[in-house]
């Protein structure tokens, strides 16, 4: 499912997988290919941009524009306001945090977070996931919900 709007260059160079659900506000620069996973998340706002720009100057005032590739795995989180850039692979079952910018390749089974996105010690999907007790909780009580 995708929850207009989508934004994107092209549309025909993004490939995405079976139950996959988008958030508002999508920003997919398709100049290279965008390939999303099954099962994969998206956050509202997300931009996952391909294009590259020279970085001197003259090829820039030509207007020369590349592209990178991005690769989503399966069971990918991305949280709402994240940046993907050109190039980047995320491996399958991986959470990237809300805001968080993705400047290289992160590998399965990770949780990445800020700017530039990186994995913080000791956080993993699991321990992200485990059940929270409330300060006014006793040990031993079950959540009422």
């Known amino acids: 499912m995708i929850r207009p709007p989508l934004f994107c260059d092209y549309g025909y160079q993004i ?5 996959v659900f988008v958030n508002f506000g999508l920003v997919a620069l398709d100049v290279a290919t965008i390939t999303i996973g099954d099962d994969v998340q998206i956050g509202p706002n997300v931009q996952l941009l391909t294009p590259t720009h020279p970085v001197e100057p003259e090829p ?10 991005i690769a ?35 590998p ?19 321990a992200v996931n485990r059940p929270v007790r409330s300060s006014w909780q006793t040990p031993g009580q079950a959540d009422a919900r």
């Open 60 to 69: 820039r005032r030509a207007r020369f524009e590349a592209a990178r590739p």
């Open 15 to 19: 490939h995405i997988g079976a139950r």
């Open 108 to 126: 399965a089974g990770v949780v990445a977070v800020g700017n530039p996105a990186r994995r913080p010690l000791g956080v993993t999907p699991a």
């Open 72 to 106: 989503i795995g399966d069971n990918v989180w991305i949280g709402g306001g994240a940046i993907v850039l050109p190039g980047v692979s995320i491996g399958a079952d991986t959470v990237v945090g809300a805001g968080a910018v993705v400047t290289r390749d992160l």
